[in-house]
């Protein structure tokens, strides 16, 4: 069975044909060996706690066979076999309250259907398919006006309409969005287990096949990105907002989010309305805090000084590039000094002028 469509499963992922294919290969007495060996190397599908230890996976395995059997063949009783892996994640609720177990298996499905991307579901619940079959980027305009610009293998998930109070799509693969703006209808992206909220904006949202490492990057206006937890799809009290030139990238496996300087930060500021003069990269025997605080309207990122040495350092020069890397390379490279990313912002680093 190939890894790719095994891990498409275990994610929610797969369409309904591939799914019953599956089970009836992890069903077959003659696989068991395989599939074990799968889930042992890939045992995190099966935590939904970061601290957890790789969970006891022969119970589970039973577990899951028991309720891909019933799947298969609705009807037949399945045993209730208390996995531990429900034990470790409930042991807190326990204390507070008596619960009505399920199968460990059973919920270990229904876990990942609450919170990753359910193919299956949604095609059944009407929605369309905007898929790129092409060697090249796609783009899409969606019925509100929003774009799309799907890279290839990439597919966009959208109902017949959208609601009234919000409008959501599911993605799989990576895609370009400039999001229409409408204040009263807020626009949701699912990834998996994580959802990108947007009313009108631009941002990229990346990840690489086999990678638990998922990416947003935003170009224009703001974005909130979270973790979905359960059913309710609202606010977690998780997650960060990012604002233009910033990314953030998701680890879904230790379920973590790490902000960052986007890698190719751009200039914000292109409105027409906005004095020329306070957009302009050319500098005559500058300041270099008047320099910093000139990129930092430009771009929208914070510039720090290491030390107080740089106020007396002067910059003279005619930046083109629109690259804000490249832009401090050529002003670090002049005085002596260089530039790190720290999180969201960018510190120039050196001993300055004296």
Known sequence: MDNALLTRFFDNQCTKAERQEIIEWMLEPSNNTAVKLWMEEHWYFFSDDEDMEEPELDKVWMNLQESLAEELQPGI??????????????????????????????????????NNIDIASIENNGYTQLKN???????????????VTLKPAASLYIPASFKADKREAYLTGEAFFNIAKDANRP????????????????????????????????????????????????????GVLLTPNQKVTYYTGSRKFETAVADKPMPVQKDTAVVQSQLSLTFSDALLPDVAARLQ???????????DNFNNCLFTGDLKEENLYEVLDII??????????????ILIRGKGCY
């Open 77 to 114: 009783p399945v045993q209730t076999v208390h996995s531990p892996l429900f034990v470790l994640r409930r042991r807190v609720i326990w204390a507070a309250a008596s619960l009505v177990l399920l199968v460990g298996s059973y919920f270990i499905y229904n876990s990942y259907r609450q």
């Open 133 to 147: 079959e092409t060697a090249a980027d796609k783009q899409y305009t969606l019925a509100d006006g929003s774009a």
């Open 187 to 238: 626009f949701y992206v699912y990834y998996k287990n994580l959802v990108t909220h947007v009313l009108g904006t631009s941002f990229f949202i990346k990840a690489n096949a086999g990678d638990d490492a998922v990416e947003v990057n935003v170009q224009t206006g703001k974005v909130e990105v979270y973790e979905k937890r359960g059913k309710d799809a609202g606010r977690q009290n998780n």
């Open 297 to 307: 309207h430009i771009y929208g990122i914070e510039i720090m000084l290491e030390n």
């Open 332 to 345: 670090c490279k002049s005085l002596g000094a260089s530039f790190e990313i720290k999180g969201t912002k």
